[in-house]
C-alpha cells in the first residue's frame, strides 16, 4: 500500500532541512526573506454533525414491551346471534331453545313431543383481538413508523457540507538588485464528516446509523406482523389514551404509554449541525517551512529562467531608450513638422499607451469579476442545497398528509359501507317478519277454518251419542276451555315482551347512532390537533432554516467585505483614470437610465395591461363560480325535494304498514269475538243438554221409584 501523504510529507520535510542546513545560499535567501514584508493565513472550517438520540433510546427501550404484547396478545370472545333456517343451523344451544320458546310463530308442527321449527336462533362464538388495549398498541405502531419513516428519510438525505482548510502568503523582498514578489494560495475542501452520536446501550462499537437502521427494521417487522395484520380493520384509538386496568398495571402497556406521550411531545428532526470556524496565527515552524518553500522556488525560477547562450528559437525585440527632450528635439530639427502635427503625434502616441493601460485593467476587471460569479455560483449551490433540503422535506409532509387523508377517507368509507350493510340487514329482517307475519295470519285463518269444521263435525257426532258420552265430552271441553285460555294468556305474555325486546333494540339503536356521532366529533378533534401539530413543526423547520441561512448570509457578507476592501486597495492606485472617465461614465449611465425608464414606463403600460386581464378574468371567474353556487343551490333544492319526496313515501308506507297491522288486528279480534260467541253459544247448548238430561234423569228415576212401589204393592197385595 502506498505511503500517506502525512509519511511522505515527513520525509520530505527531512530531506529539505538536510539539504538546506549550512547552506550559503539558503541563509542569504533566509536573511532577505524575514528582512522583507511577509503576510500569513491560516484559515479553517469544520461541519460536526450530531444525533439526538433520546428518541431513539426510547424506542430501543420499549422494542421488549412492544415485542411481549405482539407475541401474546389480549383476546376476547365475540358471540354473534343470527337467525337462520333449520337446515342451516350448526348448533342447538340452551339459547336457541329458550328463544324457539319465546317465538313459537318459527314453529313449523308439533307431532306429540317432537317440535319441528323452520327458523331457529343460531349462535356463532370466535375469538377477537380488537380490546381496547390491543387497538391502542396498533395505533402505537402506526404512528411510530411515521415518527421514524420521517426522521429516516431527513438524517439519510442530509446534503454533505464542505470542510475547508485555506492558506496565503505573500511576501516582498530584496536580494542583491533583484526585487521578489512571492504569492501563494492553497485550499482544500473535502466533504463533511458522517453524521454520528453517542455510544448507547448496544455497544460503544455501535454508530448512530446502525441503531436507526436497527430500531427502522425491528418496527418494520412489527408492523408486519399477524398482530397488526388481525387488527387492520380495526378502529384506531383518539387521544387521551383511557387508564385501563390494564394500561395502568401492566408494565408492558405502561412502557407503550410512555412511548405514545414521548413521541406525541417531540417536535425535533433528531439531529444538529454544528459550525466550527477558525483564523488561526501561523507558528514560528510552519513560517520557517514556508519560508524554505519560498526559497526553493525561487530556485527553481532561477534554475529554468533563459540565459544569453541558450539554445532554440527565440522571439528577440531590440529596445532603445530615449529621452523625451532628446526626441522632441529630432522631432523639431530632422523634420519639417508644424507644432500642432507634433501634438497630434504626441496625443496619439498618449492614447494608444491609454488604451493598452485601460485594456490591462479590463482584463483585471474581468478577472475580479470572474472570482466573484465563483463566489456567487458556489453561495447559490449553498442555497439550492438548502432549497432542495426544504422542499423535500415539505414533500415528504405533503406525501404523509395525503396518506393520512387517504387513510381518513378509507375509514370513512369502511364506515359507510358498515352502515349501508346495516340498513341492509335491517330492511331484510323487516321484509322477513313482515313475511313471517303473513304467514302466520294465514296459518290462524286455516287453523280457525279447520277447528270450525271439527267442532261442527263433533257437535253432530255428539248429537247421536249416549248421555255419558255426552257427559265426558263436556268435562273433555271445558279442560280444553281452560287450556285455551291459558295458551291466549301465555301468547299474550310473548306479545308483550316481544314489544318490550323491540322497544330496547330501538333504544340500542339510538345510543350506537350516538356512539358513532360522538367517535366522529373525537375523529375531527385529532385531526384539527394533528393539523395544529403540523403547523408548528413547520413553523420550527422554518426558523431552523432560516437561522442557518441567516448564519451563510453573515459569512458571505464578511467574505464580501474582505473581497471589496482587496477591491478597494487595487482601485486606489487607479482612481486617477476613473475619475477622468467619470464624465463618459455619466453620460453613458444617463443614456441607460433614459432607456431604462422608456423600458420601465413599457413594462408598466404592460403590467397595466396584464392586471387589467386579469380582473377581467376574475370577473369571469366570479361569474362562473356564481353560476355554479346557483347551479349548486339548485341541486340542493332539488335533493332536499327528492328528500322530502322519499320522506313522504316513507310515511306513507308506514302509514300502509300500520294500516295493515291494524287491519290484520281486527281481523284477530272479530275472529277471537266469533270464537267467544262460538263457546258461549256452545256452553248454552252444553247447559240444556245438561238440563234436559238432568231432568230426564229424574223422570227415569222417579219412574223407576213408582215401579219399585207398585211392585211391593203387587207383592204385599
Known amino acids: 500500500m502506498n505511503k500517506s501523504y502525512l509519511e511522505l510529507y515527513l520525509e520530505y520535510k527531512d530531506y529539505l532541512a538536510s539539504a538546506t542546513t549550512d547552506n550559503e545560499f539558503y541563509d542569504e535567501m533566509d536573511t532577505a526573506i524575514n528582512s522583507g514584508t511577509n503576510s500569513y493565513s491560516l484559515f479553517n472550517r469544520y461541519f460536526d454533525k450530531k444525533i439526538d438520540l433520546k428518541w431513539v433510546e426510547e424506542i430501543e427501550a420499549c422494542i421488549i414491551p412492544l415485542d411481549n404484547i405482539i407475541r401474546v396478545p389480549r383476546k376476547f370472545i365475540v358471540q354473534e346471534e343470527e337467525i337462520v333456517p333449520i337446515e342451516r343451523a350448526r348448533k342447538i344451544t340452551n339459547e336457541s331453545i329458550r328463544h324457539l320458546a319465546q317465538h313459537t310463530n318459527m314453529i313449523a308442527k308439533v307431532e306429540g313431543d317432537d317440535v319441528t321449527p323452520n327458523q331457529i336462533l343460531n349462535v356463532f362464538r370466535e375469538e377477537s383481538y380488537e380490546v381496547y388495549e390491543n387497538r391502542f398498541v396498533f395505533t402505537l405502531m402506526q404512528n411510530l413508523v411515521r415518527f421514524i419513516d420521517v426522521r429516516y428519510n431527513v438524517l439519510f438525505n442530509i446534503s454533505d457540507d464542505d470542510n475547508m482548510a485555506s492558506l496565503k502568503m505573500e511576501s516582498d523582498f530584496t536580494r542583491g538588485r533583484e526585487k521578489i514578489q512571492y504569492k501563494l494560495e492553497v485550499s482544500a475542501q473535502s466533504a463533511g464528516s458522517d453524521v454520528e452520536g453517542e455510544a448507547g446501550p448496544e455497544g460503544e462499537n455501535a454508530t448512530a446509523f446502525q441503531r436507526i437502521e436497527r430500531v427502522k427494521r425491528i418496527i418494520n417487522e412489527y408492523a408486519n406482523s399477524s398482530f397488526m395484520k388481525e387488527l387492520r380493520n380495526c378502529v384506531p384509538v383518539r387521544p387521551p389514551i383511557m387508564r385501563t386496568n390494564a394500561i395502568q398495571k401492566n408494565p408492558n402497556f405502561r412502557a407503550c404509554l410512555k412511548l405514545w406521550q414521548f413521541i406525541q411531545s417531540y417536535n425535533e428532526l433528531g439531529y444538529e449541525i454544528t459550525v466550527k470556524e477558525s483564523n488561526d496565527m501561523v507558528s514560528a515552524e510552519y513560517m520557517n517551512e514556508l519560508n524554505r518553500m519560498t526559497a526553493m522556488n525561487y530556485m527553481m525560477l532561477k534554475a529554468n529562467t533563459l540565459s544569453e547562450d541558450a539554445v532554440g528559437k527565440q522571439k528577440k525585440r531590440k529596445l532603445k531608450p530615449k529621452l523625451l527632450k532628446r526626441l522632441a528635439e529630432e522631432l523639431v530639427m530632422d523634420y519639417d513638422m508644424e507644432e500642432v502635427e507634433i501634438q497630434r503625434v504626441f496625443v496619439d502616441e498618449v492614447k494608444r499607451v491609454s488604451r493598452k493601460k485601460i485594456e490591462g485593467e479590463k482584463k483585471i476587471q474581468e478577472a475580479i469579476q470572474r472570482a466573484l460569479d465563483a463566489e456567487n455560483a458556489r453561495?447559490?449551490?449553498?442555497?439550492?442545497?438548502i432549497k432542495a433540503k426544504i422542499a423535500h422535506e415539505k414533500e415528504m409532509e405533503r406525501r404523509r398528509i395525503a396518506r393520512e387523508k387517504e387513510r381518513i377517507k378509507r375509514e370513512k368509507e369502511k364506515e359507510r359501507q358498515r352502515i349501508k350493510r346495516e340498513k341492509e340487514r335491517e330492511k331484510a329482517r323487516i321484509a322477513k317478519e313482515k313475511a313471517l307475519a303473513k304467514e302466520k295470519a294465514k296459518k290462524e285463518r286455516e287453523r280457525a277454518a279447520k277447528l270450525k269444521a271439527q267442532e261442527e263435525a263433533r257437535i253432530a257426532k255428539e248429537k247421536q251419542r249416549e248421555e255419558m258420552r255426552i257427559a265426558r265430552e263436556k268435562a273433555a271441553k271445558l279442560a280444553k276451555i281452560e287450556k285455551e285460555k291459558a295458551a291466549k294468556a301465555k301468547a299474550k305474555?310473548?306479545?308483550?315482551?316481544?314489544?318490550?325486546?323491540?322497544?330496547?333494540?330501538?333504544?340500542?339503536?339510538?345510543?350506537?347512532?350516538?356512539?358513532?356521532?360522538?367517535?366522529?366529533?373525537?375523529?375531527?378533534?385529532?385531526?384539527?390537533a394533528e393539523k395544529e401539530r403540523l403547523a408548528k413543526e413547520k413553523a420550527k423547520q422554518k426558523a431552523a432554516a432560516a437561522k442557518a441561512a441567516q448564519a451563510e448570509k453573515e459569512r458571505v457578507a464578511k467574505e464580501k467585505a474582505k473581497q471589496k476592501e482587496a477591491a478597494a486597495k487595487a482601485a486606489q492606485a487607479e482612481k486617477d483614470r476613473i475619475a477622468k472617465e467619470k464624465a463618459k461614465e455619466k453620460e453613458r449611465l444617463a443614456k441607460e437610465k433614459a432607456k431604462q425608464k422608456e423600458a420601465a414606463a413599457k413594462a408598466a403600460q404592460a403590467e397595466k395591461d396584464r392586471i387589467a386581464k386579469e380582473k377581467a378574468k376574475e370577473k369571469e371567474r366570479a361569474a362562473k363560480e356564481k353560476a355554479r353556487a346557483k347551479e349548486k343551490e339548485r341541486?340542493?333544492?332539488?335533493?332536499?325535494?327528492?328528500?322530502?319526496?322519499?320522506?313522504?313515501?316513507?310515511?306513507?308506507a308506514k302509514e300502509k304498514e300500520r294500516l295493515a297491522r291494524e287491519r290484520i288486528k281486527e281481523q284477530e279480534r272479530a275472529a277471537k269475538e266469533k270464537a267467544k260467541e262460538k263457546e258461549r253459544i256452545a256452553r248454552e247448548k252444553a247447559r240444556a243438554k245438561a238440563k234436559e238430561q238432568e231432568r230426564l234423569a229424574r223422570e227415569r228415576a222417579k219412574a223407576k221409584e213408582e215401579k219399585l212401589k207398585a211392585n211391593k204393592a203387587v207383592k204385599n197385595g
Open 635 to 652: 341541486i340542493a333544492k332539488m335533493r332536499a325535494a327528492e328528500a322530502e319526496k322519499q320522506r313522504i313515501a316513507k310515511e306513507k
Open 493 to 528: 305474555e310473548k306479545e308483550r315482551k316481544a314489544k318490550e325486546l323491540a322497544a330496547q333494540k330501538a333504544k340500542e339503536k339510538a345510543a350506537a347512532a350516538k356512539q358513532r356521532e360522538k367517535e366522529a366529533i373525537a375523529k375531527a378533534r385529532a385531526a384539527q
Open 379 to 385: 453561495k447559490k449551490a449553498i442555497e439550492d442545497k
